[in-house]
């Protein structure tokens, strides 16, 4: 398997434009998570889906952000509209099951908006 | 919010030195984990340590915790130049059908040759 995918690697954006960062996931896991990752704030969980379905969604900073996950083997996070403070790096991860799950990190994506 | 919080932020060590870092948290947990961040990579997973472990090895590593404490150490023995990354320990909360595995913010660890 090649590991969480991860597209685009980079992003360059302009405030108020939609940005869509999209994540392939381990073939076979049930677990996704979309994190963000700043330097003032550090690695901060956004959103998991188990089977396909959102779990909690209490990390996603604000209405400006959604995340849907149509299949099993693919997801997205959409920011709309996005802001300058909206930069950062998105992992996406996923893992085989719940209780005592090695979490597998894609390359992420490095979103700047100016 | 962070569950862990990593000590030191950030660390400098010589070429075969031990390199120690510490993982404080808040609330019960069911598993511990510990992974690494290449500077411009996403995380890689080290080693996991359950709730009622103490200790536990894994090549170089050596992990520990300490519940009553709500703590975890990471050694790296004989450290090399190719260490030098983030270190983050990261917990699932106990409790709950929700599920979280939250992250501190890490530990750089700098390993000179």
């Known amino acids: 398997d090649a590991g969480v995918i991860q597209s685009p690697r980079h992003e360059v954006t302009e405030m108020g434009q939609e940005v869509t960062l999209r994540c392939k996931p381990i073939s076979g896991h049930d677990y996704l998570f979309w994190y963000r990752q700043t330097m003032m704030r550090g690695l901060e969980l956004l959103i998991y889906f188990n089977n396909n379905v959102p779990i909690d969604d209490s990390g996603m900073p604000e209405d400006r952000f959604s995340a849907k996950m149509p299949n099993a083997s693919f997801s997205t996070l959409k920011i709309q509209p996005s802001e300058p403070r909206d930069s950062a790096v998105y992992f996406c991860a996923s893992s085989l099951r719940l209780a005592s799950a090695e979490a597998f990190f894609g390359q992420g994506t490095r979103l700047t908006v100016v | 919010s962070q569950q862990g919080e990593e000590d030191p932020q950030a660390l400098s060590i010589q070429e075969g030195e031990n390199a120690t870092m510490n993982c404080s948290y808040k609330t019960s947990i069911n598993n511990l984990q510990w992974y690494r961040q290449n500077s411009g990579r996403g995380l890689v997973h080290l080693i996991l340590?359950?709730?009622?472990?103490r200790e536990k090895h894994s090549g170089r590593l050596r992990v520990t915790l300490d519940t009553s404490k709500k703590s975890s150490s990471l050694l790296i023995t004989a450290s090399r130049a190719a260490d030098t990354a983030s270190y983050f320990c990261?917990?699932?909360?106990?409790?709950?059908?929700?599920?979280?595995?939250?992250f501190g913010k890490g530990t750089l660890l700098t390993v000179n040759p």
């Open positions: 990261a917990t699932d909360a106990r409790g709950g059908s929700n599920y979280k595995l939250t």
């Open positions: 340590i359950r709730s009622n472990e």
